[in-house]
């Protein structure tokens, strides 16, 4: 089952522009991952989010967490071609004894040079 | 290792067909996830391994699928008798820590085409 959503489902810009994904779950967390998935890499982990952390910086990329909303948001700043890929949020939750990471279904954003 | 490795890339199936698909970790880690992933969906937990101790198989969609990490590093997804619904992308994943949903590295995945 999938837990976030992401939004927009797809979004195109033009290099140098920035991006703005979304990413609303329905349960409690323990924190949040933002993943880049691509032809040529597979999926990547690109940042993890702690649920009493507010907002992370990674080179060009930033993520905010709300939890009293059940949102995240990425912002990648001066977008490159390279860019160009399928974004997914991925929640780290309790099940059972476990955690696990339950997926939303991605933005694809394509960055046209 | 370089990295998690998976084969084969590309399975083409015939339905009713058993397939194996394998896993290499990267060494030492100790964490090992399977994901099935769809066309143009996020990918969907299968299963969870902590060294060889499968402590999550919630996400097998039947008995038909089975996994197994004998000696905690390499695995082997197997899905028997295989249906059209099973064609996905097949995702393995790995990570250092005993904790299952810190930072997971992906394997390049294997298709699987059922006809």
């Known amino acids: 089952s999938q837990q976030g959503e992401e939004d927009p489902q797809a979004l195109s810009i033009q290099e140098g522009e920035n991006a703005t994904m979304n990413c609303s779950y329905k349960t409690s967390i323990n924190n949040l991952q933002w993943y880049r998935q691509n032809s040529g890499r597979g999926l990547v982990h690109l940042i993890l989010i702690r649920s009493n952390e507010r907002e992370k910086h990674s080179g060009r990329l930033r993520v905010t967490l709300d939890t009293s909303k059940k949102s995240s948001s990425l912002l990648i700043t001066a977008s490159r071609a390279a860019d160009t890929a399928s974004y997914f949020c991925?929640?780290?939750?309790?099940?059972?004894?476990?955690?696990?990471?339950?997926w939303g279904l991605g933005t694809s954003l394509a960055v046209n040079p | 290792g370089a990295g998690v490795s998976q084969s084969p890339r590309y399975k083409v199936a015939k339905r009713g067909q058993d397939v194996a698909l394998r896993c290499d970790p990267i060494s030492g880690h100790v964490s090992l996830f399977w994901y099935q992933q769809a066309l143009g969906q996020g990918p969907e937990f299968l299963t969870y391994f902590q060294n060889e101790a499968q402590l999550d198989k919630s996400g097998l969609p039947s008995d038909r699928f089975f996994a197994e990490r004998p000696e905690g590093s390499v695995s082997t997804l197997k899905i028997q008798r295989t249906q059209q619904e099973d064609s996905a992308v097949y995702l393995c994943?790995?990570?250092?820590?005993?904790?299952?949903?810190?930072?997971?590295?992906f394997g390049p995945g294997t298709r699987l085409t059922v006809t």
């Open positions: 991925a929640t780290d939750v309790y099940a059972g004894n476990n955690r696990k990471l339950i």
């Open positions: 994943a790995s990570s250092f820590s005993r904790r299952s949903s810190y930072e997971q590295y």
